[in-house]
């Protein structure tokens, strides 16, 4: 199974557990007045117990599928900008890391030092203007900045393409 179809199963599993429920909600009681949808009461309570069996055999399922993914993410290098990653790696940095180093290099400002100049109250020793000086390197930040957006816009496509051929690992495989 491709690491792709493992995660569309686990869709398919939480689609089916939540009718599932719906179902046992639905035929969990009756009044005295009705007649039990399946025929007769035991009938009915054997549906609902068939049910709940059959999340739990499904909840097993989705854990073993979910295992099997984080193993296989784990265990699959790929090699972005130089850097090998792993695929749980890049997932991190999709979600959360870049846009946080995006955020770390644009700090890279004079804004704080320009307010506090502009506040005033601070006085330059006789005959010298007080001057803003940036602690860091524009270059620098700008190719630091331009390497994270870079990277964080190739990840999608750089997983697409490793979710639909990489064959899932078995929780028993080395990683």
């Known amino acids: 199974m491709k690491l792709i179809e493992g995660m569309k199963r686990l869709r398919v599993i939480e689609k089916r557990m939540a009718s599932n429920i719906e179902n046992i909600n639905r035929y969990a009681a009756i009044l005295s007045t009705e007649r039990p949808m399946f025929g007769s009461e035991d009938k009915q309570k054997s549906e609902v117990k068939a049910l709940i069996q059959a ?104 997983l697409e393409v490793i979710n639909a051929t990489t064959e899932l690992l078995e929780i028993t495989d080395k990683i």
Do not use: C
């Open 55 to 158: 999340n739990k055999d499904l909840m097993g399922e989705y854990l073993g599928l979910k295992k099997r993914i984080e193993r296989t993410n784990l265990g699959i290098e790929i090699e972005i900008q130089g850097t090998k990653y792993q695929i749980s790696d890049l997932l991190v940095i999709k979600r959360k890391l870049a846009k946080m180093m995006e955020s770390t290099y644009s700090a890279l400002n004079t804004k704080q030092a320009e307010m506090r100049m502009a506040r005033g109250g601070i006085q330059a020793p006789a005959g010298e203007r007080i001057q803003v000086v940036p602690m860091f390197d524009e270059t620098d930040k700008n190719t630091q900045l331009r390497s994270w957006q870079d990277l964080y816009d190739n990840i999608d496509s750089r």
